[in-house]
């Protein structure tokens, strides 16, 4: 089946490091990835769609890589604050459904 | 509002009761979903809308729940004889369209739901 796989594990970084952050998914090729970020008892935010054909998408300190070879999308941070601590979901359409499907989610814990 | 809004934000009832979570999305927004989300889990999709009706309901765990949409907008997920394998967050998002093109979701905060 359709899968979207993070790293459960939370990543702590200290700030003014580049947090780069992994979603790889399987027995599927995705038109377009997106990322969210989720705070505690808040629901997930849209940053960023990158679509198949973009190898980069950028947004301020957010840059985001999408590898059809690899079936892996990067999501980076760079110059990390405090504030950028989160969780960060991706996400993309299934296909034949009418369905988002979401990763876990990684846990980023920016140190000052 | 400017947001997707859910209510109640916490909901606490005991087990064996009936529970109803309103979500109202944002105003024009044709597409509405429901997802559950669980401690340290993922985003669990529970039923899908558009307008008024629901052409992907596949998530929904048992008989014990149904949602229904009316007007094209509010929504409003109902669980009956509440079990506490139910306690979870249910989350409501809504986009412009459904057309797999990639429009984001816009999420609620959710309501917070504990069966005791």
Partial sequence: SQKIEQNSEALNIQEGKTATLTCNYTNYSPAYLQWYRQDPGRGPVFLLLIRENEKEKRKERLKVTFDTTLKQSLFHITASQPADSATYLCATWSSGTYKYIFGTGTRLKVLA | ?116
């Fill in chain 2, 1 to 116: 509002g400017a947001g997707v809004s859910q209510s109640p934000s916490n909901k606490v009832t005991e087990k064996g009761k009936d529970v109803e979570l309103r979500c109202d999305p944002i105003s024009g927004h044709t597409a509405l979903y429901w997802y559950r989300q669980s401690l340290g889990q993922g985003l669990e999709f529970l039923i899908y809308f558009q307008g008024n009706s629901a052409p992907d309901k596949s998530g929904l765990p048992s008989d014990r729940f149904s949602a229904e949409r009316t007007g094209g907008s509010v929504s409003t997920l109902t669980i009956q004889r509440t079990q506490q394998e139910d306690s979870a967050v249910y989350l409501c998002a809504s986009s412009p369209k459904a057309d797999r093109g990639g429009s984001p979701l816009h999420f609620g905060n959710g309501t917070r739901l504990t069966v005791t």
